[in-house]
């Protein structure tokens, strides 16, 4: 039987071991189940004393280990208004590291989403909401103009603006 070992640094493209324990964090997120978080972590505890002798061969894997220690945010926005498209497309219009963004819409497409996670369950799609979550702990914004101030943007779009 042939074996190819995948190591965990990168070399010309990311390795898939940090590609894959950076999928495992949003993963968790997405569907606000711990046991993917816990797999990503054992892929980190895996390269664990590689990364501290040598960091610099595993940048994309560092992202995995911030992502670990501070955790994810997720962003779901429900409605099918033109208001809600257009808070969708700021939110992703910059980058948002350790960010998972949703947009429920109608129809039964989401059905398999609300069955996995218990906090998109209790969200209405036709409705225009906003339910931001992280550290354990979610809040739901009900004004889509209240959007900016609950994730600190200001009118251009600049990230970390007074509240």
């Known amino acids: 039987m042939i074996l190819r070992l995948k190591d965990g640094m990168d070399t010309a493209e990311p390795s898939t071991n940090s ?16 046991s993917y978080a816990t797999l990503a972590t054992q892929t980190l505890s895996a390269f664990s004393t590689e990364i501290q ?45 350790n960010t998972t963004v949703v947009r ?18 209790e969200m209405e799609a036709e409705k225009v909401r906003v339910q931001i979550c992280e550290g354990g702990a979610c809040r739901e914004v009900l004004d889509m ?12 779009g600049v990230e970390g603006a007074a509240v």
């Open 19 to 34: 590609i894959s324990a950076l999928n495992l964090f949003r993963l968790s997120s997405y569907l606000e189940d711990p």
């Open 53 to 97: 002798q040598h960091p610099f061969l595993f940048s994309s894997m560092l992202a995995a280990v911030v992502a670990g220690r501070i955790g994810m945010r997720s962003i779901v926005l429900t409605g099918s208004t033109e208001e809600t498209a257009q808070a969708v497309l700021k939110v992703r219009a910059r980058v948002r590291p």
């Open 104 to 121: 429920l819409g109608d129809g039964a497409r989401w059905g398999w989403l609300k069955e996995r996670n218990v906090l998109v369950r």
């Open 145 to 156: 103009e209240e959007v900016g101030r609950a994730l600190s943007w200001d009118e251009d």
